[in-house]
């Protein structure tokens, strides 16, 4: 009698298992293509940091040229030797 009730234990958690997979796998693919918010934050957060960097990356090597008399035509060698 209580190896009966072992099986019916074992059935009825299979049955869940089976019941709950499906709910299981879309949960998990939604939050692989959702982005949360403070996760889309970090991303700009990278971003303008990145932006920044190359936009001082590109006044230093203005500032260069200008010290050596080889400014480019888009240098304004006057509002770059003021930094």
Known sequence: M?????IVGTIASTAVDVVTL????????????????????????RQLRKQEEERGRQ?????KRCRAGKP???????AVQSR
């Open 59 to 63: 006044i230093r090597l203005a500032q």
């Open 72 to 78: 480019l035509p888009t240098d304004d060698c006057a």
């Open 2 to 6: 209580l190896l009966g009730g072992c």
């Open 22 to 45: 499906p709910v299981r796998a879309v949960s998990a693919g939604v939050d692989a293509v959702t982005t949360s918010q403070s996760e889309a934050d970090e991303k700009r957060g």
